[in-house]
């Protein structure tokens, strides 16, 4: 039996079809200019410091959909968006968007990880143009556009293979060492393995989501049992310092080390940090197992740099660095060594070894065993070395009459 439906009823089932058929022109414009803003948006609210693609490459994506939904007559569409030049930067888009990178990622190896000048960007962008230019008209519309032939999806699936093929062998081969010269290949070697092993990752230098649970009972030192107990409290510029103590100690046998750092966690009670939401637990741990061992001597050391108040990572707090000399006092230690804030390169210090024998090399003098270049401070990060006035103030003791908060011999941060 058929259902009896009156014509109202038509309008009432399918509300979104109605409501479509007679505000059409309306929704396609405001998609239109909602796809814009969005568009704008992503050119100005996305930058180098925030994670990507993450959600954030949500909105050119809605954006592109609502653009596309939109239609040909929208006043947007129809006024800006079909001008001869962007229809002609849409048409090359994707060979475009398949030559700029590796044009500028290569411009970046070629210079040993230091960033291409604008000059060169620019000119990087310039031929990233030409080439998709050429290839949309001599590659993509003859494959696309022409005869159909057998070889098309033949040739398409062998190249798509052997290139799955030559990926695979750089992966595994840890990216062809031996095209470079032998001198270079242990600069461009990956230390990171020896690193982790050093710092004692994971046990005794803390990754970002781990707690205090996770400190091993190797990271305190049982022998020899009389020397004198010294231990190093801080970040991952704490774990820098752990190797170099720790083979004066196989040296001298002359103390006993112990090590407790964390990832992105300075030594400072009561710091809060949104990077690493363990730090304040961590280092409550570590002030509980210093009142416990009562170490002789402790050293503090971090990024100091890091701490001043932007994406996340928290600021220095004086308040919180008295807290923090006390409790260490209250706690019987005799020395508190401070280190100041370490140099911080702008390349790794092999790059700019690699970088230097590069251009040594052109000059036919390379020699890569040669210490760094004589004008390395322009490698060095001067907004870190400009945070060390503020972290020797910042851990001035304020008690003038206490002069056992010690500096450290190089760099030194305060007394």
């Given at each position: ?20 058929a007679?505000h ?31 959600w ?27 001008q ?51 290839t ?69 230098f803390?990754?970002?989501t ?66 690493r ?80 024998y ?57 007394c």
């Amino acid at each position: 039996m058929r259902a009896r439906q009156s014509p109202s009823g038509a309008k009432t089932t399918r509300p979104l079809e109605h409501l479509y058929a007679t505000h059409h022109a309306r929704i396609h414009t405001a998609a239109a200019w909602i796809g814009l803003a969005l568009l704008l948006a992503t050119a100005f609210l996305i930058d180098r410091d925030q994670p990507f693609p993450g959600w954030r490459a949500l909105l050119p994506t809605i954006a592109t959909a609502l653009l596309i939904f939109a239609g040909p007559h929208t006043v947007i569409n129809q006024k800006l968006l079909s001008q001869g030049a962007l229809v002609a930067i849409g048409l090359i888009s994707y060979p475009l968007y398949l030559w700029h990178w590796p044009l500028l990622v290569f411009a970046r190896i070629a210079r040993f990880g230091s960033e291409p000048t604008i000059l060169m960007k620019l000119a990087l962008v310039a031929l990233a143009f030409v080439l998709a230019a050429v290839t949309y008209r001599w590659l993509e519309r003859p494959f696309r556009f022409g005869r159909p032939a057998a070889w098309k999806p033949v040739g398409a699936t062998l190249g798509l293979a052997a290139a799955a093929c030559f990926g695979i062998a750089v992966w595994a081969s840890a990216g062809m060492p031996g095209r470079f010269p032998e001198g270079l290949q242990h600069l461009l070697r990956d230390f990171e393995p020896e690193t982790r092993l050093a710092y004692r990752s994971g046990s005794c230098f803390l990754e970002d989501t781990q707690d205090s649970t996770s400190f091993a009972e190797d990271c305190l030192d049982q022998d020899p049992a009389a020397a004198p107990l010294v231990l190093l409290w801080g970040d991952s510029y704490a774990a820098h310092v752990f190797p170099g103590l720790a083979e004066h100690r196989r040296r001298t046998m002359s103390m006993r080390l112990a090590e407790y750092t964390a990832s992105g966690c300075p030594p400072i009670l009561g710091f809060s940090n949104a990077q690493r939401p363990n730090c304040a637990e961590v280092n409550d741990d570590i002030a509980g197992r210093i009142a416990t061992l009562k170490p002789e001597t402790v050293i503090l050391a971090g990024r100091w740099s890091l701490y001043d108040g932007r994406e996340g990572w928290g600021s220095l707090d004086a308040d919180q660095i008295r807290q923090t000399i006390a409790a260490l006092k209250a706690s019987g230690v005799q020395r508190i060594v401070v280190v100041g804030q370490f140099p911080i390169w702008s390349l790794p210090p092999q790059m700019i070894l690699t970088r230097d024998y590069q251009i040594d090399m052109m000059a036919f003098r390379a020699s890569p065993s040669r210490p760094l270049p004589r004008d390395s401070i322009r490698y060095l990060d001067v907004v870190a070395l400009a945070a060390e006035p503020q972290v020797r103030q910042l851990w001035s003791d304020p008690d003038s009459s206490h002069r056992k908060i010690r500096c450290a011999a190089t760099p030194a941060a305060c007394c």
